[in-house]
């Protein structure tokens, strides 16, 4: 546990979250890891779903219950990636109307 983190009392500290970064570079370079792990992500649900659309029209397995999940699932991850976008734009935007 770090000793400058603070944890209030009979709270548990999340697995997998860290404290934040000190060096602006290495953020940076985590952020972009982040979003290139999420892009593609949202792309092999896409071929997932892909897949199981290939796989009931041909009748090679799968049923129509499993096929409109993996739909559902490329969908929304897709519809996430999507909303995440925009709110990078508009924050790029922001930056950009700012007074020096």
């Known amino acids: 546990m770090d000793p400058l983190r603070i944890v209030p009392p009979g709270a548990r500290e999340l ?27 949202v792309n092999h649900l896409q071929v997932e779903a892909n897949t199981a659309i290939k796989d009931l029209a041909t009748g090679e397995g799968g049923t129509l219950h499993d096929t409109m999940l993996a739909l559902e699932k490329a969908e929304l991850s ?13 924050a790029y935007q922001e930056v950009l109307r700012m007074q020096v």
């Open 78 to 90: 897709f519809r996430l990636m999507m909303q995440v976008r925009n709110k990078i734009v508009e």
């Open 15 to 41: 697995p997998g979250l860290t404290a934040p970064q000190t060096d602006a570079g290495k953020g940076a370079s985590d952020f972009g890891a982040a979003l290139k792990d999420s892009l593609a992500q």
